[in-house]
T-cell receptor
Framework: DVKVTQSSRYLVKRTGEKVFLECVQD?????MFWYRQDPGLGLRLIYF???????EKGDIPEGYSVSREKKERFSLILESASTNQTSMYLC???????????FGPGTRLTVT | RKEVEQDPGPFNVPEGATVAFNCTYS??????FFWYRQDCRKEPKLLMS?????NEDGRFTAQLNRASQYISLLIRDSKLSDSATYLC???????????WGAGTKLIIKP
């Protein structure tokens, strides 16, 4: 069965802290994605990766960075958390040249 | 900017009824279309792909109208468990990314 896991379901951080969100998939998928989801808005792509050590900016990369050192793991880093980064963060993966994405359960991050 | 637009709802529908909702997309070059379902506080999951000829999966029927650039989802004999938010998704043909609508909330009432 397809499985994408995320390191935390709920996270509370203070403004200015460095935050790490981890995502692991066990499906040997080439593509991995980080989205944020806010009420009334569609999923917005932050970063994606097509291969190990490879990353591409999505629609809203400002304030974020990513790391993909292994095929199964894709990390999202908030260098200095701000209150406007309070959101639901969703990780997804997919096979190369396909569009069907499988999601992790999400991390609800609150920055105070 | 490439966009996908949906009526946010909520659609309040009695159990057993038929309900339909549409979404419109702006990118005429898009080739792949999907409906995802998202339960409250859960992750999105693929419900069905939408083919040019339309497709049916049990009580669910999806249609594509390329000329008018909209996709529809029809749910027949609705069940309480169909209550969810339905996300319309379209590919960005320049890469393997997806463009997501904000979702239509459906509430099935007993």
């Amino acid at each position: 069965d397809v499985k994408v896991t995320q390191s935390s379901r709920y996270l509370v951080k203070r403004t200015g802290e460095k935050v790490f969100l981890e995502c692991v998939q066990d499906m040997d998928h080439e593509n991995m994605f980080w989205y944020r989801q806010d009420p009334g808005l569609g999923l917005r792509l932050i970063y994606f990766s097509y291969d190990v050590k490879m990353k591409e900016k999505g629609d809203i990369p400002e304030g974020y960075s990513v790391s993909r050192e292994k095929k199964e793991r894709f990390s999202l880093i908030l260098e200095s958390a701000s209150t406007n980064q309070t959101s639901m963060y969703l990780c997804a993966s997919s096979l190369a040249i396909t569009y069907e994405q499988y999601f992790g359960p999400g991390t609800r991050l609150t920055v105070t | 900017r490439k966009e996908v637009e949906q009526d946010p709802g909520p659609f309040n529908v009695p159990e057993g009824a038929t309900v339909a909702f549409n979404c419109t997309y702006s990118n005429s070059a898009s080739q792949s279309f999907f409906w995802y379902r998202q339960d409250c506080r859960k992750e999105p999951k693929l419900l069905m792909s939408v083919y040019s000829s339309g497709n049916e999966d049990g009580r669910f029927t999806a249609q594509l109208n390329r000329a008018s650039q909209y996709i529809s989802l029809l749910i027949r004999d609705s069940k309480l468990s169909d209550s969810a938010t339905y996300l319309c998704v379209v590919n960005d043909e320049s890469n393997y990314q997806l463009i997501w609508g904000a979702g239509t909330k459906l509430i099935i009432k007993p």
